[in-house]
């Protein structure tokens, strides 16, 4: 999924509540998707990396996301992501938030 730094941090912000919610910490979670520190982890929360997809699909495990939430999650990111790329006035017109309505 290619989305901007503003929607990566929003991503991340979101797996950061998944992680605490399941009470674990960045290190384990980094051991368990066998990523060399807790430092990776914390850059994918902060929006200073992109999530691999084979991380993302053992977050989602061990968070227990439902498939259901997270594919709302990722399609609203990507839907608000090429509204922004291709129509930048209605990002404007709508202060920058959720997807507008169709016409």
Known sequence: ???NSDRRKELGN???EKRVQAGLTQLAVAKSVKLTSAQSISNIERGMAPV????LRRMIQLYQISEAEI???LMDLQL???RDDFF?????ASGG???LSPA
């Open 88 to 92: 930048p006035e209605a990002k404007a």
């Open 71 to 73: 594919m709302w999650k």
């Open 80 to 82: 608000r992501q090429w």
């Open 52 to 55: 691999p997809t084979f991380v």
């Open 1 to 3: 999924m290619n989305i």
């Open 97 to 99: 938030g959720r997807p």
């Open 14 to 16: 979101y797996l950061k």
